[in-house]
């Protein structure tokens, strides 16, 4: 994996984006793209790199915005990292390019309530058919209370 | 001729653990599937947030009931790299031993599930009478067969003595004979074949396109394996082959999975050869500076990676697991089309399946 030249292609491709490529322990290099230009990007990856695995996707809320790790390896760590809004965040699925995202993000979409734009099948993956909690990884999701459980919360709480 | 749509699991006879497939049949071939996970979501990753970044290592090692420690390796070394933390020599030599100890044990077992699934019991229980050899060790270093609690961040809470290095060695011996044993007999058992050879079938081509990992892609001619592509611990300095086998089918994930429990008891006699002196761990703080980490490693199925990141608190802000399960899950959906219903239950095996790491 060559990171020079990945971040060359996507500056000519991007022409109007300042790209920058940084590093994470261990072995991790991030490069930071607007999530329209994410499809374009893992295009450039597959076509032209031949960089076919996509280890995960990972969805967390900042606040006041929720992030999203590509996180892509071949021979060594290359994560593309974008922001959604938190309202009503869209992007589209990079499943035509690769087919192994396919539950990747499903799972994002239910756990973080974000929309893939193409994707053939959005069905919840982990969470019950009749969930109805909202998205269990957003911040301001309150964990229902078991009947005779312990209360996570209160007890990390105190 | 007619469809028919028959339920297997989430409770059924063929699963371990629960996970709901919906197989629609014509005849005796099966033209769909359809499945559901999520049966045994714990909520980890949400419940890592709320627990300090020790309290989590005891729930990462219950990611798994069966690599539990190469989690709680994957999970210690990325905290250790944003600590910054140097951890003892003796320290990552136990951590590893333990991880290809794990690994024997792993392999053994999916083999015994296997046999067991295909209804030649006499290999599951010899499988699983040998695994006991590799449970053993386990127990008398650490005190637990399958949680070990053996990882602790800054290197590992357990040492061992001489008598029991000398002590471990008789046991590989013994296994390394045992798993000899095994190889011949899927080699040359006709029944063993007939029933996994060319049955869940795999190309490069399908393995790449589903991300999968592991000696699963090492069985269909994907020479991929973290220990040596990204060498983590000790691992750049050991020596040891990566399996790989061009079938791509049951039978070629069984004979990868045996070879390579092979190639980890020579790893055990190597880690136990070049033991180094000196302290087993070094105290680590408790709060972690801000910061990421993206934290790979090669589990008994292959790459696990996490991602941890830090805001400077004593918990963790955010930890993303992602099991090796998952995309063998989604590359099962290609592996059952136009089978026969009989070998459903070689298919569904064949992939060493773990619900619970899937699904955490």
Redesign the interface.
Known sequence: MNNDAILQSFRDAFPDLDLEITS?????HVIALPADRVHAAVAILVEQFGI?????I?G?DRDENLEL?Y?F?Q???L?LRTSLPYDAPVIPTVTDL???????EREVCE?LDVTFEGHANLE?????DNWEGGA??RKD?V?PPVEGGLD??KE?AA | MTKVTIPIGPQHPLLKEPLSFLVTVEGERVVDSKM???YV?R?I???CQ??TYVQNVHLMERVCGICSHVHTTTYC??VE??LGLEVPERGLYLRTLLCELERIHSHLLWLGVLAKNMGFDTIFMYAWRYREIALDIMESLSGGRVSHAVNIIGGVRIDMDAAQVEAVLGQLDELDTHITTLLGVIEHEKTFRVRTQNVGLLSPEQV??????GPVARASDVD?DLRR??P?SIYDRLDFKVITHADGDVWARTVVRLLECVESTKLCRQILASLPDGPTSTRAPRKVPA??????SEAPRG?V?Y?I?SNGKDKP??V?V?TPT??S??ALYDQLRDVNVADISVVLSGVDLCIACA??
Do not use: N
Not at chain 2, 208 to 213: F, G
């Open positions: 994470l322990p261990v072995d991790e076919y695995h996509l280890s995960t990972t967390q790790f996180h390896w021979g060594h760590g994560t690769i087919p192994g995202a396919t539950f990747y756990m919840p993956l982990f969470l019950p269990p990884l999701f964990v996570v919360d990390a | 559901r996970l999520g979501h909520g990753e949400r419940l709320q627990r070394q990325g790299a944003l790449r396109r589903y991300c999968v990992v991929v592509d990204a983590y910061g990421e980490v993206v934290s790979r790459e990676i991602y990141r802000a955010r993303k992602r998952l995309p899950l989604l699904d955490r």
